[in-house]
């Protein structure tokens, strides 16, 4: 059973690949390869983005993963980090996100997401959603922030910390008759803790 669905979401992701090459919204697509199939998280020693501007980092039993292209604003060498690693299978192919904290944190400094939903949780209040005029905007009681592809904007939480937020890249999936959700635009972006606003 579980080759059977790593062999389903392949099948997912290459179907929304092929329906993204004809929409003028997409760039280069955030890929997440050797994904476990249940979340997961790991201490990871060593963190590294190669020449390639490919993260990548093994998970043991000769599980290597890697995420690319990785985001230019983002370090490129880290040390020990708990990486958390989360795959939700959907229509418009899988939903997958990486989260990375430090040991002496609860919370993560960063998360990474390829191929979200345009109405989403960032924290406790805070959320990415879409507009009924299609825009996007990171919005909350006190916030709301138009964010564009290629954009990045700062805001601060409730409890005053700084936050950096980079759209990566923003697509419509072809439509899938008798699928509702198929046209649903997709997003790929960062969240991550910043030293300042």
């Known amino acids: 059973m579980p080759v059977s669905m790593h062999y389903f979401n392949l099948l997912l992701s290459a179907a929304a690949l ?25 201490l990871v020693e060593q963190v590294d983005v ?18 690319g292209p990785w985001p230019g604003a983002l370090p490129k060498h880290l040390r020990s980090q708990y990486v958390t690693l989360k795959q939700t299978v959907h229509p418009a192919g899988a939903m997958q996100s990486l989260s990375l904290r430090t040991a002496g944190s609860k919370e993560p400094w960063l998360t990474l997401v390829a191929n979200g939903g ?14 009924t005029g299609g825009d996007l905007r990171i919005a909350s009681v006190k916030i709301d922030l138009p964010v564009a592809p290629g954009q990045t904007v700062k805001f601060q939480d409730d409890a ?23 046209g649903e635009p997709r997003a790929d972006w960062y969240l991550r803790g910043d030293e300042g606003c």
């Open 18 to 42: 092929v329906a993204c090459a004809g929409h003028g919204m997409a760039s280069e697509r955030l890929r997440f390869d050797g994904m476990p199939m249940e979340s997961r998280e790991t």
């Open 50 to 67: 190669n020449a390639d501007d490919v993260l990548q980092f093994d998970l043991g039993r000769q599980q290597l993963v890697t995420v």
């Open 118 to 131: 345009l109405n989403w949780v960032l924290m406790p209040g805070i959320r990415l959603r879409r507009t």
């Open 160 to 182: 005053m910390h700084c936050w950096q937020f980079g759209l990566l890249a923003l697509r419509k999936p072809a439509g899938m008759a008798g699928i509702a959700q198929e």
